[in-house]
């Protein structure tokens, strides 16, 4: 193991669950270190076993790991790694968790409702971690649901940066799909400098999952290229609707931006066959082969994480990486 050393005897280790491998692989080269050899299986029944190939003793762990399906596995992987580190007398634990499970749990909608996302920081925290990092949040209270420092990393740099080269800024316009993301749609359009906003009116049915009616379009779309965003994707079933609302707008085209591509079926097929132009999204969650299609662009996050753990590390200013216009290369 290649360990970055500080301030005398102070090491920071990277160590990866068995979730998404290259992403942490990437995240490890931009550090210009390599993981923490681990030894982990499954059991005949289920139960997982973790166990790190060296020691240690006093340093900084930064505990990686995506949660796609299964992500209940994933989840209790990674909370049985920060355990057996814990154990392992490592000084500090960080969580760098780039999709929070249990995200879109984080409130009563009804009564006799889980707060989902409050229990699994509460779950990190009992594990032993001392620190979480994630990276666009579903909304920023899950910050107060850990007790301890959170980063909360914003992949809004590394996407509308892109985004800029694709498009005429002088005819964009940013599009929310719903008014629960106006915030984040103004910190887009100040980033593609000033563009109009716009956002898709829908319902849903709070006692039916992964569905929602986008029903039409408030603002000036007609004529316009419209940046759809989002901070995740799941079935593709609202987006791809919020798509259709937009072109009977009058929309010239539609990009879709998104930072998680969770993407369970029949999502890809929903986004290709949805009229978008493209769908850009980052590696937060391994997509496979056979959940890719034309349209779609991903972009690693894996520079982004990288310059915020050697923050942390450093014990700079993780703020500093999205102050004024600073681009995330």
Not at 166 to 179: G, L
Not at 261 to 286: I, K
């Amino acid at each position: 193991m290649s360990e970055i050393t500080a301030r005398g005897e102070k090491k920071l280790v990277l160590a990866s669950g068995r979730a998404h491998p290259e992403l942490a692989e990437e995240i490890a080269a931009a550090l210009g270190t390599e993981l923490l050899p681990i030894s982990a299986y499954d059991f005949a029944n289920g139960e997982i076993y973790v166990r790190s190939g060296e020691s240690v003793r006093g340093t900084d762990v930064f505990v990686i790991q995506a949660h796609p399906a299964p992500l209940n596995n994933w989840l209790m992987e990674q909370l049985i790694m920060i355990d057996s580190l814990k154990r392992a007398s490592a000084k500090r634990i960080t969580v760098v968790s780039p999709f929070y499970p249990y995200a879109r749990q984080d409130k009563k909608g009804r009564g006799r409702e889980p707060i989902s996302a409050r229990l699994v920081a509460d779950l990190y925290k009992t594990a032993g971690a001392n620190r979480l990092m994630s990276v666009d949040l579903h909304t920023s209270q899950i910050q107060g649901f850990f007790d301890g420092p959170v980063d909360h990393l914003m992949a809004i740099p590394l996407l509308a940066d892109y985004i800029r080269t694709r498009v005429d800024a002088d005819n964009v316009t940013v599009v929310s799909p719903d008014t629960g993301r106006v915030r984040v749609a103004e910190q887009w359009a100040e980033r593609l400098g000033g563009s109009p906003l716009a956002f898709v009116h829908k319902s849903r049915d709070l006692t039916v999952p992964n569905q929602a009616v986008s029903k039409q379009v408030v603002g000036q779309v007609e004529g316009r290229t419209c940046v759809l965003i989002d901070d995740m994707i799941d079935t593709g079933g609202t987006i791809s609707g919020a798509v259709q609302v937009l072109k009977n707008a009058g929309a010239k085209d539609v990009i879709i931006a998104a930072t998680h591509a969770v993407f369970s079926d029949p999502a890809a097929r929903r986004l290709s066959e949805s009229g978008a132009r493209e769908v850009v999204v980052t590696n937060t969650l391994p997509i496979p082969s056979e959940k890719r299609f034309p349209q779609l662009t991903v972009l690693s996050i894996a520079p982004l994480i990288a310059r915020a753990i050697r923050e942390v590390f450093d014990d700079g200013s993780v703020t500093s990486l999205f102050d004024g216009n600073a681009r995330v290369d």
